[in-house]
């Protein structure tokens, strides 16, 4: 086992843990070579996001919007899953994890070997298409080669809606049921831990916080520690320097862990920061 300390509380509380939940960010996939959207440098600092509102008004608006996605298909495609990724595959695979609640839209936690039903997508996925009216699938590679064509992505051949990556816009309604699993899948937690996220991106960051209350309520919650800690700038350093190596009972994270919120069976839950 590793001799930091921190390391070593985790491993313990994976142990423990009956039920685990992890909540992961745009931190976990930089390693993997797509770029975040706040920080210095990120997408929203380079152009500005185009509103749903916007996509469904103009025709100008969803060619732009297209425009941008095909100039990131090969980044995409390319992005494979990085150390982060294969460590909380490893945590599903022991049968550690109950669900993993993604800001992602990559895919990669699929792509790490995940199974789909595991993971819960708040911003929906960028490597397919739907249509917005009838949910029709419709597949970016054979949408890129119309678009580079004709300049445009057709409307949906079944009811003639706007086909649109299946992601969630500026302005538009957060996915129903995947919000509904988190909620249950948080409060079922025993232990929550982030990856990866800054957590200012609401309604989604609200699920860590959602952990902490749920300990505060049922009266679990460690006074040496305090929710305002889910906030603490260690959150920002990359999720691939941060998951915890655990060896020797579980064998699975080679990375320090961001912030883990932790259930002790119902004798007290702790929030702790790994500096």
Known sequence: MSDNPGTAALAR???EAK???VFTGAGISTESGIPDFRSPGGIWTQMAPIYFDEFLASEEARRETWRRRFVMEDTFKAAEPNRGHRAVDALVR???IAAVITQNIDGLHQ???IPPEKVIELHGNTTYATCLDCGQRYEIADLRAIFEKTGAVPPCSECLGHVKTATVSFGQSMPVL??????????????????GSSLVVYPAAGFPQLAGEEALRDHRMDPAHDIDDLRHPEARRDAAERIGIVRRELRTARQKVDRVARGK????VEILVET
């Open 13 to 15: 509380m994976l142990a």
């Open 19 to 21: 039920r685990v939940v």
């Open 178 to 195: 995947a919000m509904q699993r988190a909620e249950q899948e948080t409060r079922a937690a025993d232990l929550f831990i982030v990856l």
């Open 111 to 113: 792509a790490s070997g």
């Open 265 to 268: 069976g119902h004798s007290g």
């Open 94 to 96: 022991r049968g550690k």
